[in-house]
């Protein structure tokens, strides 16, 4: 009989270790806070306030920028320059003038 909620403020369920690894693992997969929330039966809230006590970084930190990379032919690109020195140009006024005469201008 002592167990029983008489009123007054839900007390807390403790955070359970599986709850914290998937917490993390989720966080840093960049799965939107609602979700993460809904999964693990908590408050979007609770879910923030663990999240700090965890260290985990905040949301604007972890947005991932695209690496852009790019692929160069080396043999092409030593073509490009010995073309450039022959005519006196630099590679971009050439590649320029490459494009503007694609395009028929």
Not at 19 to 47: C, M, P
Request: hydrophobic share 30%.
């Amino acid at each position: 009989m002592n167990n029983i909620w008489r009123g007054g403020p839900i007390p807390r369920r403790a955070w359970q270790p599986y709850e914290d690894t998937k917490l993390t693992r989720d966080w840093y997969r960049n799965i939107k806070t609602e979700i993460i929330a809904e999964e693990l039966g908590r408050s979007i809230s609770d879910v923030k306030r663990r999240r700090m006590k965890l260290g985990l970084p905040p949301r604007r930190y972890l947005k991932l920028r695209r690496k852009i990379t790019t692929h160069v032919d080396v043999d092409l690109f030593h073509q490009f320059g010995r073309r450039c020195v022959e005519r006196g140009q630099s590679i971009s006024s050439y590649l320029r003038s490459l494009i503007v005469r694609d395009l028929g201008g």
